[in-house]
């Protein structure tokens, strides 16, 4: 892909594309921009892919909502992908925080780690 990494699964695994299909890939990838992000991946507005369907594609108002279905199909599947991506690098992050040494347990919903220094003198 654009950024060096590898297409995610399903991407690969999506059905072969017919000629017109390709404008709604690229209205996509267009109104990514346009999604609110926070701590989580952004959803795209409505609003942000109606005035696109209209000034860039230039769509009557009554495939506004096909264009819609299709562009928060792709939003949720890009979703998704996104979080099964964190949550698994999350896992490997964690380990590596820890490092070699470090013992966690969790107490509620707060995981808590206690690293073993041997150089340190105990107090």
Request: with cysteine; aromatic share 10%.
């Amino acid at each position: 892909m654009e950024d060096g990494r590898p297409p995610p699964a399903w991407f690969l695994d999506c059905p072969e594309m017919l000629p017109g299909d390709m404008i709604y890939l690229r209205a996509f990838w267009d109104l990514r921009t346009e999604a609110v992000s926070g701590m989580t991946v952004g959803r795209i507005p409505w609003s942000k892919a109606r005035q696109y369907g209209r000034e860039e594609l230039e769509l009557p108002d009554d495939m506004l909502p096909g264009f819609w279905r299709i562009i928060a199909k792709l939003d949720d599947a890009f979703a998704e992908w996104n979080k099964a991506e964190y949550d698994k690098t999350k896992s490997i992050r964690e380990a590596r925080d820890r490092g070699p040494g470090a013992a966690s347990e969790t107490l509620g919903r707060r995981t808590v780690t206690r690293r073993s220094f041997p150089n340190r003198r105990a107090r």
